[in-house]
């Protein structure tokens, strides 16, 4: 039998915080800890199955022998079992075997809190405790100027399994990545990572969005150590971490979450509610107040044990509805008759005011297609209380554009001068992600018309024209040298592209972008509100031209940006100009070092006193094919 503690390791304050689902540190008390009971060194473990009859550990250490090592339930109708077994290490495998009151159900089950698990296949925890001397307090000291909604936030998306394999098509482990990767990213002026999710997954073709386990970081690259010397070198580089979080739902496998004590503990149990038509997976009981908890302690954990720098929630749409991905008679109304998971948007209130609270110089980040309000306005003010939300509606009219052949962009330019009617309405983030170059959607390149010049040259374009769109960055891995085929997890990227031109200028040009998005002040300082943007002109249709301003908190830091979204260069282009003197250019997407043409090269602007687009002052400028270029006052 499991030892009874003298002194368990929930108080009742715990216990009532938990009941409460306000408990927000759950990891501490829940799971498998190593410590030491009057002498003697072993294991404590914890686990939540209210309708169980029985719980053992089963393990490695009792060669998987039920009752060997019962836990006790508490006497506080808390519905926690715990117990002590000595002199079983680091290094353990385990699982609960739980017996439910139910029909005499029997599941055998790994730990929801398990800080390791074992290699996919396989399925156990593993008892663990991931020491690690951190070397990054400068970087926390600072973070808060990095994460600032004023700061550039320019972001690589990366699958930890594909961007780069070894010879044999093996991983690259954390440790490896902590070189190639950090050097590469650091190399390429990205402030911040983001990686699709690094919680343990049993399903390689999931990417990681059907989670198993909840704190443990994937054994596929290393143990826990690892990870968090990836992320401590990151930071040791000034490169932020934003990590792929999945509240939304969950997978059916037997050794899950669901039906995890013989009942619908953690999934809510109408399946209307509770099971999602598209992912075939369950979905959390939102309004369950320990499952709330959890998952909050899910959120604070990655953010205090691995200094995460944010958290982008995957789904967000999913949970925000009820009727989402469902028929009519699929769903039922809330309390007030609407489609609204009232449930749902009070546990990501409260999610995001927790986090906020115990890390305000840290992001949380929306994925969230819809037009639901205020999804990055603060919580107080009845939003949502992220600190940013992907711009889903920009990247389909951007792309949708980019796609038509030049010829037809003069029908189609509200495809992108729309999105600056809402572009203040959130804290939005343009993201070209890994979802826009899979099922056949082409990889971005592949998107772009026209002959190989022309591809290239959109693509430069559609670059330039994202980082200079106001609003934080997000390019997902190989978009940044121009992947020519769809994204495959199962091998690498194609690197070996580089050896082109074409290729490598691109990568050129992305570069320079991210050192241009974080030296120009104009182009992050209000990067959220309307006063940091103005149009000079977006009436040009017939030549598909668009000029605007971005400014900064000082007005000698604005910059006039003009796009020819044509192959036919503009020489000689009269523009407004907000101002008289002298611009000089700063950046042109057709450059040689881009494998551009070179021959549009604006050396000197002097500003004439003649009204053009209602402004007294105007000068001619030259606009590459298919190119954009920034102008700066040279004062």
């Not at 739980?98 to 089950?109: A, C, L, P, R, V």
């Not at 619908?264 to 908890?293: A, C, M, Q, T």
């Not at 309390?335 to 609270?357: D, H, K, P, S, T």
């Amino acid at each position: 039998m499991a030892k009874v503690l003298p002194h368990s390791l929930f108080s009742e304050f715990d216990i009532n915080l938990f009941k409460a689902g306000q408990h927000y540190k759950l990891y501490e008390k829940f799971g498998s800890h190593l410590i030491t009971v009057d002498g003697v060194e072993g294991t404590y473990f914890a686990v939540w199955a209210p309708s169980a009859k029985t719980v053992s550990v089963i393990g490695d250490f009792n060669y998987w022998i039920e009752g060997e090592h019962q836990l006790n339930v508490r006497w506080d109708s808390s519905g926690i079992w715990e117990g002590f077994i000595p002199n079983v290490q680091k290094g353990a495998i385990y699982k609960y075997k739980i017996q439910s009151h139910h029909g005499d159900i029997k599941t055998e089950k790994a730990d929801p809190y398990a800080r390791r698990c074992e290699h996919p296949p396989k399925t156990a925890s593993i008892v663990w405790d991931a020491a690690h001397d951190w070397n990054d307090g400068d970087w926390m000291s600072k973070r808060k100027k990095h994460n600032a909604l004023d700061a550039p936030f320019s972001v690589y998306e990366v699958h930890l399994g594909s961007w780069k394999r070894k010879a044999d098509n093996e991983f690259l482990s954390y440790q490896e990545l902590a070189d190639d990767l950090v050097n590469y990213v650091k190399e390429m002026n990205f402030t911040h990572v983001e990686l699709m999710p690094v919680m343990e997954y049993p399903y390689d073709p999931s990417w990681g969005y059907q989670l198993t386990g909840y704190f443990a970081p994937t054994s596929r690259f290393g143990n826990p150590e690892d990870f968090k010397l990836l992320v401590d070198t990151l930071h040791q580089n000034d490169i932020g971490i934003i990590l792929d979080w999945v509240p939304s739902h969950f997978p059916e496998d037997a050794h899950g979450l669901g039906f995890f004590d013989g009942t619908h503990l953690y999934e809510h149990p109408d399946k209307r509610k509770g099971y999602h038509p598209d992912w075939k997976s369950l979905i959390f009981n939102y309004g369950r107040n320990e499952v709330k908890s959890f998952l909050i302690s899910n959120a604070i954990f990655w953010l205090e044990h691995y200094h995460a720098d944010g958290l982008r929630v995957d789904a967000v749409a999913s949970m925000l509805f009820l009727d989402y991905s469902r028929k009519e008679g699929e769903w039922e109304p809330n309390q007030f008759g609407g489609r609204e998971n009232l449930e749902a948007i009070a546990f990501m209130r409260e999610m995001n005011e927790a986090v906020y609270a115990m890390f305000p110089d840290v992001q949380t980040i929306a994925e969230e297609s819809t037009s639901f309000p205020m999804v990055s306005r603060p919580a107080s003010i009845g939003g949502l209380g992220f600190g940013m939300k992907w711009m889903m509606g920009w990247m389909h009219d951007t792309l949708q554009y980019f796609a038509k052949e030049p010829i037809y962009r003069k029908h189609h330019q509200n495809d992108l001068t729309f999105s600056m009617t809402y572009a203040f309405t959130e804290n939005f983030m343009l993201p070209l992600s890994h979802d826009e170059v899979v099922y056949g959607k082409h990889s971005i390149l592949g998107r772009m018309p026209g002959d190989e010049w022309q591809r290239f040259a959109n693509i430069r374009l559609l670059y330039s024209y994202m980082f200079t769109h106001p609003g934080t960055n997000l390019l997902f891995q190989g978009a940044e040298f121009g992947q020519s085929e769809e994204w495959n997890f199962q091998q690498s990227l194609d690197w070996h592209l580089l050896q082109y031109d074409v290729h490598k200028g691109v990568q050129t040009l992305i570069k320079d972008l991210n050192a241009l998005y974080k030296a120009e002040p104009a182009l992050h300082e209000k990067q959220f509100t309307a006063d940091g943007f103005e149009w000079i002109d977006y009436n040009d249709a017939e030549n598909s031209v668009l000029v605007y301003i971005r400014k900064g908190k000082k007005p000698e830091d604005d910059l006039i940006i003009a796009c020819n979204m044509t192959p036919i260069p503009r020489e000689n282009y009269r523009i407004g100009l907000p101002q008289k003197g002298i611009l000089k250019e700063i950046f042109n997407s057709d450059l040689t070092k881009y494998a551009g043409t070179n021959d549009f090269i604006n050396k000197k602007i002097t500003s004439e006193p003649q009204e053009w687009q209602f402004r007294n002052h105007s000068g001619t400028i030259s606009i590459p094919p298919l190119g954009m270029v920034v102008l700066k006052y040279d004062f």
